[in-house]
């Protein structure tokens, strides 16, 4: 894909708004005892007009740049497009963390080209860090390329794990006892997104979570790719890309160990 087909421009336009709406994001953490958190599922999934503004402030952007593209976003859904091309973004995730002062959040911006990750953008306002990758052109974090470490297993490094009320404490716990059981150990921050990220940089060796979003791990899945990992199919194709799939990224040392636990 090349300059002609739009992926340049499209990548270089999402570095910028990734900025533009972490820095947003910023502001309302930093005065986040004034905000009203709502729940929606349950009353651990939370919400606030941080998610809300972040997110019509990015689908803005996007229209008024890229108006044939298609947009999925958490808060306010999904728009068709006749591109090919659909932006797919989580104005913030990690909001538990985000609204309890944790700095474990993030804006995650995706790009699908005819359902294919083409652009991953994820932006860590706390800790000043922005991972972007496009496919063919490699991942980088705040501009230096990653490349994953081969000498790294399930025993040798930590394994992200994430989990929602999808998902059942049994089946939860039978995941990290099996990972547990390989000699692994378990990390979770609150962000899926972040931890997919974390992921592509070589500081987890995989992500695992059995019940997750499109906006949730298209720019992780992006990442993970560039940066020579590999990651199970998300479905994108009609109304599957409105649903949720497990979602697993790894070093490709510990794929087969991951995809085992999956299917246990
Ligand atoms: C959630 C986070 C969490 C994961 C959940 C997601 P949100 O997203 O990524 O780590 O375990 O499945 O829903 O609600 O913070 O955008
Ligand atoms: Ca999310
Ligand atoms: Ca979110």
Same mark, same amino acid.
């Given at each position: ?21 972490? !820095? ?28 809300? @503004? ?58 699908? *080209? ?8 994820? @932006? ?6 922005? #991972? &972007?990758?496009? !496919? ?27 989990? @929602?009320? #999808? ?33 592509? &940089? ?28 590999? *990651?199970? &199919? ?10 949720? *799939?497990?979602?697993?990224?790894? @070093?490709?040392?510990?794929? &087969?160990?991951?995809?085992?636990? *999956?299917?246990?």
């Amino acid at each position: 894909m090349s300059q002609e087909t739009g992926l340049d421009t499209r990548f270089a336009f999402a570095n910028v708004i990734a900025q533009e709406a972490g !820095a947003m994001a910023l502001d309302y953490f930093n005065r986040r005892e004034t905000l009203v958190i709502e729940t929606k599922r349950d009353l651990q999934d939370v919400v606030s007009v941080a998610d809300r @503004n972040v997110e019509t402030f990015i689908r803005q952007r996007v229209a008024e740049t890229f108006g044939a593209d298609g947009f999925l976003g958490e808060e306010y859904g999904y728009q068709e497009g006749q591109s090919g091309f659909t932006w797919v973004v989580d104005p913030i995730d990690g909001t538990a963390p985000f609204v309890n002062g944790m700095a474990t959040w993030c804006v995650s911006i995706a790009v699908l *080209h005819r359902g294919v990750p083409v652009i991953g953008m994820i @932006n860590v306002p706390c800790d000043d860090e922005l #991972y &972007a990758a496009a !496919a063919g052109m490699g991942a980088s974090l705040n501009g230096k390329s990653l490349s994953l470490d081969q000498s790294r297993t399930l025993q040798n490094a930590m394994t992200g794990i994430g989990c @929602n009320t #999808y998902v059942t404490p049994q089946r939860v716990g039978a995941i990290i006892a099996a990972l547990l059981g390989k000699g692994g150990n378990f990390i979770r921050n609150g962000s899926g997104a972040l931890m997919l990220a974390y992921v592509a &940089a070589g500081r987890l060796v995989g992500y695992y979570e059995p019940h997750m979003r499109a906006w949730d791990c298209m720019a992780g899945y992006c990442l993970v790719k560039e940066a020579g990992g590999t *990651h199970l &199919a998300f479905p994108t194709e009609g109304e599957a890309l409105l649903q949720g *799939h497990p979602v697993l990224a790894s @070093n490709q040392t510990v794929y &087969a160990d991951l995809l085992a636990i *999956h299917a246990d």
